[in-house]
């Protein structure tokens, strides 16, 4: 009689919002982009963004694709792709990112891990090897990789 249908959620949509004035104490799992401008204690796992607001102020640790904070997070933030600190926002904890932008006033305190590389490109029969590259890393003992000291 009642047949349920099971509808996939677009991760690139803002689903779920806990707006100014609220504070919620529990696990959120979501498949949507989750956007918080009050005040959260318990896990947020996302397959989704997270964004934190200017606002708002997270207590956890938070799993998700991108992760932008304005706020304030006390915990770990684990993201696929990018993790983004503007200059009002602030973290206390560890971080596992792909890339990370911590904007001028923007403020961490913990640990970094990046996780994956950019695709390196392989040159062609034909192309030359030492394209594209400083003089000086073209034939260096680091392997054509361009050393900051």
């Not at 100014?20 to 009050?38: C, D, W």
């Not at 932008?68 to 200059?87: E, P, W, Y």
């Not at 640990?111 to 392989?122: E, F, H, I, Q």
Request: hydrophobic share 30%; aromatic share 2%; charged share 20%.
């Amino acid at each position: 009689m009642f047949k349920s249908k099971k509808l996939s959620m677009n991760p690139n949509t803002t689903d779920t919002l806990i707006g100014e004035g609220t504070s919620f104490e529990g696990r959120i799992k979501s498949e949507a982009s989750i956007r918080i401008e009050g005040n959260i204690t318990g896990d947020i796992e996302c397959a989704g963004d997270v964004i934190v607001g200017e606002h708002g102020s997270v207590k956890s640790n938070i799993s998700a694709r991108d992760v932008v904070l304005a706020g304030s997070v006390q915990g770990n933030v684990i993201t696929k792709g990018k993790l983004t600190i503007t200059s009002t926002g602030s973290l206390q904890g560890n971080i596992s990112a792909t890339s990370i932008i911590i904007e001028e006033g923007g403020q961490f305190q913990g640990n970094s891990k990046m996780d994956g590389k950019a695709p390196v490109k392989t040159p062609q029969s034909g192309e030359p090897e030492n394209e594209n590259k400083p003089a000086s890393a073209a034939n260096g003992s680091f392997g054509g990789n361009t050393v900051a000291m």
